[in-house]
């Protein structure tokens, strides 16, 4: 058994709420606490039932998970007093960044420069929580119909094992490019 059909097999046998529920749970945990990788879950459990209603659930889903992490993440922090120097610190980091204003978070869905974004909105005084919810919710809609609509390209044209392999590829290729985006900008930036 390879990497890929392990990695399939994953959502065998669940039907299509269990699979939604994964992902709002993979993206909440990604947005909350570590990374998940949920690009590549939320592309195996298209592939679970590739139709455009469940892409839509499940794009759903990833909004959702997203941003009930992120902004419970921000009620957290913004409850607890956090010293000074760290919201300095904060602040200097995103002012290194080309945009330093909210559009960093549409940003962050192609560069990762941002982590726990819900401290860093609940830290920088001059974002506006509504106005980060629109750029989240956008950058999510982009990037996730995006991959959806190549998904759905690759199943329609190639035959299944390719189409599997060839997604698998595209989303460690998404991963990687992110990761190097993000280090490449960081160390233009002056950042370690």
């Known amino acids: 058994m390879g990497l890929g059909d392990w990695l399939y097999g994953l959502f065998e046998g669940m039907g299509?709420?269990?699979v939604v529920l994964c992902i709002f749970l993979l993206f909440f945990i990604d947005a909350l606490l570590f990374p998940t990788l949920p690009e590549l879950f939320f592309i195996l459990g298209f592939n679970r039932e590739p139709?455009?209603?469940f892409g839509c659930e499940l794009l759903l889903a990833a909004i959702v998970g997203e941003l009930v992490g992120i902004f419970l993440l921000y009620f957290f922090v913004s409850k607890i007093r956090v010293p000074k120097?760290?919201?300095d610190i904060a602040d200097k980091y995103v002012n290194f960044l080309i945009?330093?204003?909210?559009?960093?978070?549409?940003?962050?869905?192609?560069a990762p420069m941002i982590p726990f974004t819900g401290a860093?909105?609940?830290?920088?005084?001059?974002w506006k929580p509504l106005k980060c919810m629109f750029y989240i919710v956008l950058g999510c809609v982009l990037k996730y119909g995006a991959i959806l609509l190549a998904s759905n390209f690759f199943f329609t044209y190639f035959e299944s094992d390719m189409a599997q392999t060839t997604m698998l590829v595209m989303i460690f290729a998404i991963i990687?490019?992110?990761?190097?985006?993000s280090y490449f900008r960081k160390k233009r930036s002056g950042l370690e």
């Open 16 to 18: 299509p709420e269990w």
């Open 51 to 53: 139709t455009p209603i």
């Open 85 to 87: 120097k760290i919201t």
């Open 99 to 110: 945009v330093s204003d909210e559009r960093a978070l549409l940003m962050n869905r192609v």
């Open 120 to 126: 860093f909105i609940a830290l920088i005084d001059a």
């Open 176 to 181: 990687i490019l992110s990761f190097v985006a």
